[in-house]
């Protein structure tokens, strides 16, 4: 139901544009994920379907910013200023509410790998 694009290579400091499809009608709120190697997937990005909410952990506030549109049942996440710390394999997910916990999201996509070179 979910199908996560935009990954690949980046060389630090340049940008790159994480795009997930939602096959379906329904409104959902949304979350991007990220799991790097040797560590536990931790929560990127939200927004919610209804009003907007925005939210961001604190190791990427200011850099990524989460954005949908509704007509194509799409959510983008834009990376700018990137990291080599930003190397992990990126999911984005639903949920029926709006949330920053992995454990409430229903459905998620397979992930887009995200390497950041120094």
């Known amino acids: 139901q979910l199908q996560a694009s935009g990954g690949g290579l980046a060389q630090a400091g340049n940008s790159r544009r994480l795009s997930c499809a939602v096959a379906?009608?329904?409104?959902?709120?949304m979350g991007w994920f990220r799991q790097a190697p040797g560590k536990e997937r931790e929560f990127v990005s939200s927004?919610?379907?209804?009003?907007?909410?925005?939210a961001y952990a604190d190791s990427v506030k200011g850099r990524f910013t989460i954005s949908r549109d509704s007509a194509k049942n799409t959510v983008y996440l834009q990376m700018n200023s990137l990291k080599p710390d930003d190397t992990a394999v990126y999911y984005c997910?639903?949920?029926?509410?709006?949330?920053?916990?992995?454990?409430?999201?229903?459905?998620w996509g397979q992930g887009t790998q995200v390497t950041v070179s120094s």
């Open positions: 997910a639903t949920s029926r509410v709006y949330t920053n916990s992995a454990a409430r999201y229903d459905y």
């Open positions: 379906s009608a329904t409104p959902h709120n």
């Open positions: 927004i919610s379907w209804n009003d907007g909410m925005l």
